[in-house]
């Protein structure tokens, strides 16, 4: 079985960019892909949450947002313990609060690809996860003091670009429901994948530029990215386990 086609977009951009390729994808169409890929992922999630809005959903938020917060500050203590200086510890930490909006995507194309059910309010969660992702991320790295600007945090954290794109489609989908979108479906059918593409396709060149680093990180970030996976694992496991006890 071959690789999604999007994928070896990335696979393109990486390689194109490790041989130094003129390549390059103009910085307005780059930010015009990110803006519609974050706005579809919201509007396809705000036209399921309004069929499946409930109770349970704000309990599920509310946990989501707990490990939001708990699993930045696990990752910080870890890559503290390899020896990392605290700006970057915090800046690689705040990566495991939250969600990568191009990850996200991915992972959603391929699960309607090969088709896998999901619940298709996760652009909700994607959403909540950037709250504590920036707030603890920051506080991790500067600390809190009197000279700590809360009214600039909270600008950056609630009206950050991908919190507003997210939020902004949530709500509109909700409002309008599944049959006045049907005219901006597209975004999140047949458009999504070939806008998909083309992002991944920058995203290959950017990673290639970043290669590098891993000469002196990249035994310790392996390391620690080892042992977040057998702990979350090792959480998600008894989890299941505790809940099929229960059945």
């Not at 970057?88 to 059910?117: C, D, P, Q, R, W």
């Amino acid at each position: 079985m071959g690789l999604d086609p999007v994928v070896l977009f990335f696979v393109f951009g990486l390689v194109a960019g490790l041989l130094k390729s003129e390549l390059k994808l103009p910085a307005a169409l780059y930010e015009t892909l990110s803006i519609i890929l974050l706005l579809a992922i919201g509007l396809h999630g705000g036209v399921e949450l309004a069929q499946q809005a409930s109770l349970q959903l704000l309990g599920q938020s509310a946990l989501v947002l707990a490990l939001g917060v708990l699993l930045p500050i696990l990752a910080f203590v870890l890559l503290r313990g390899l020896r990392f200086d605290r700006v970057n510890a915090a800046a690689v930490a705040a990566h495991y609060g939250s969600v990568s909006a191009g990850t996200f995507a991915v992972v959603v194309a391929y699960m309607l690809a090969k088709g896998i059910e999901f619940e298709s309010y996760m652009p909700l969660f994607v959403a909540i996860l950037e709250i504590p992702a920036i707030l603890v991320g920051i506080v991790l790295a500067k600390g809190i003091s009197r000279e700590t600007h809360w009214g600039e945090l909270g600008r950056e954290i609630f009206l950050g670009k991908s919190i507003m794109l997210l939020l902004g489609g949530l709500v509109i989908g909700a409002i309008a429901g599944k049959e006045a979108i049907k005219p901006l479906e597209p975004l999140y059918t047949s458009m999504f994948k070939p806008v998909l593409a083309f992002f991944l396709l920058e995203m290959g060149l950017i990673a290639s530029g970043q290669l590098g680093a891993l000469k002196q990180f990249g035994v310790r970030l392996a390391a620690f990215a080892l042992l977040m996976r057998g702990i979350i694992t090792k959480a998600v496991s008894g989890h299941k386990g505790k809940e099929g006890a229960a059945k």
